[in-house]
């Protein structure tokens, strides 16, 4: 098997939301720059994203809403009926001025990893994961859905048992409308319950295609563990995948300013090297994260898992300069601690397995099969 892939891009780096929108920070472009300080990521194992063109996009966005989205860029204005009827210029999904291409690179980043990996191998694109975009509308902070056009990228390449793993703050709406009801693709969807969009219910099954966890606030690494190995892993396997695509959104880490979980980065590179080996193809995806020093460490990491380098306990001068000089408006940011700058591990938050978890696993562990 050919060695893990890194996609990326240089678009991320000087591209923002806009300067109140948690999507302000970088993210991406840290993440690079760290692994390549790190010697993790070298001309050998890197690959440019490209932007996507309509066509593709189109596969399962509407040519309207590309077209919309394209102007919108263009003309760095919607008027209301835009507005109202694509969900763009919102609070959430602002214009800005890489508004179409910044999206459709992180999708052509994906669709590119699914075509990479198409007769096995490893790949990480930390710009995908904009789970909740939908067919005709931006929704969420996510003009488009790559996680969709990459599972279809997969399943037009002939795979027809592919499993999506979500352990977002944030439940993956747009993927589940996507695929509800398939037969192909099983989703498992970890999230915090009563959080937007509100959806994702224990019961919500997706047609049969869907396990979904809402856990309440201050989920802790010994229940992550739980989740894993009662539910994940279990229901990953029954369903011998082909592929496997996880979205790997760093919100629900305990910095996170979005969500009231509070795992440690360890319990998302623990899931990585539990799913690795698990299916010929493996496709990890960014997602959510709004704190820049805690994505930044958790996706370097994840790259480090995949690999099977060593995370060094005490980075180095240069990573972490790369550490020292983030900023952010909220006020953990005017005076970080020494960790978010000197490693990229995070202290496990052990705990103790509420009982609610307990039932809530059983329940969903009787529809394994």
């Known amino acids: 098997m050919q060695k893990p892939l890194f996609i990326g891009s240089e678009i991320y780096r000087n591209s923002t939301y806009g300067s109140k929108h948690p999507l302000a920070i970088p993210r991406v472009s840290t993440a690079i720059?760290?692994?390549?300080?790190?010697?993790?990521?070298?001309?050998?194992?890197?690959?440019?994203?490209?932007?996507?063109?309509?066509?593709?996009?189109?596969?399962?966005?509407?040519?309207?809403?590309?077209?919309?989205?394209?102007?919108?860029?263009?003309?760095?204005?919607?008027?209301?009926?835009?507005?109202?009827?694509?969900?763009?210029?919102?609070?959430?999904?602002?214009?800005?001025?890489?508004?179409?291409?910044?999206?459709?690179?992180?999708?052509?980043?994906?669709?590119?990893?699914?075509?990479?990996?198409?007769?096995?191998?490893?790949?990480f694109n930390p710009a995908g994961?904009?789970?909740?975009?939908?067919?005709?509308?931006?929704?969420?902070?996510?003009?488009?859905?790559?996680?969709?056009?990459?599972?279809?990228?997969?399943?037009?390449?002939?795979?027809?048992?592919?499993?999506?793993?979500?352990?977002?703050?944030?439940?993956?709406?747009?993927?589940?409308?996507?695929?509800?009801?398939?037969?192909?693709?099983?989703?498992?969807?970890?999230?915090?319950?009563?959080?937007?969009?509100?959806?994702?219910?224990?019961?919500?099954?997706?047609?049969?295609?869907?396990?979904?966890?809402?856990?309440?606030?201050?989920?802790?690494?010994?229940?992550?563990?739980?989740?894993?190995?009662?539910?994940?892993?279990?229901?990953?396997?029954?369903?011998?995948?082909?592929?496997i695509v996880l979205q790997c959104g760093a919100d629900a880490v305990a910095e996170d300013p979005l969500s009231r979980l509070a795992l440690s980065n360890n319990a998302h590179w623990h899931a990585v090297a539990s799913l690795r080996d698990m299916a010929p193809r493996f496709l990890v995806l960014g997602g959510g994260g709004y704190n820049p020093w805690s994505v930044a460490r958790l996706w370097s990491g994840v790259w480090a898992t995949l690999n099977g380098y060593d995370v060094p306990e005490v980075l180095s001068a240069e990573a972490q300069t790369i550490l020292e000089s983030l900023t952010w408006s909220r006020s953990a940011g005017k005076n970080p601690p020494r960790h978010w700058i000197e490693t990229l591990k995070d202290s496990p938050n052990w705990g103790e397995i509420r009982p609610e978890l307990k039932r809530d696993l059983t329940y969903l562990s009787k529809r394994i099969s």
């Open 129 to 243: 994961g904009t789970h909740h975009g939908l067919a005709g509308r931006a929704n969420g902070f996510c003009y488009l859905n790559d996680p969709v056009l990459a599972i279809q990228t997969l399943l037009n390449a002939g795979l027809d048992r592919v499993v999506y793993i979500d352990i977002d703050a944030h439940h993956c709406d747009g993927v589940e409308a996507a695929f509800h009801g398939s037969t192909k693709l099983r989703m498992i969807s970890l999230h915090e319950a009563r959080r937007w969009p509100f959806t994702g219910t224990l019961d919500d099954d997706a047609g049969g295609a869907a396990f979904n966890l809402p856990v309440d606030r201050n989920l802790n690494d010994d229940e992550f563990r739980m989740i894993l190995e009662q539910l994940i892993l279990p229901a990953t396997e029954v369903f011998k995948p082909q592929a």
């Open 33 to 123: 720059d760290l692994c390549r300080a790190l010697g993790w990521v070298t001309p050998q194992n890197y690959r440019v994203s490209p932007c996507a063109k309509p066509s593709a996009l189109e596969t399962f966005h509407t040519p309207d809403y590309i077209a919309a989205l394209q102007k919108a860029e263009q003309e760095q204005y919607v008027t209301d009926k835009t507005r109202e009827q694509y969900g763009l210029g919102t609070l959430s999904n602002p214009v800005f001025a890489e508004m179409y291409r910044r999206p459709a690179t992180a999708a052509g980043g994906s669709m590119l990893a699914a075509e990479l990996i198409r007769d096995g191998g490893i790949a």
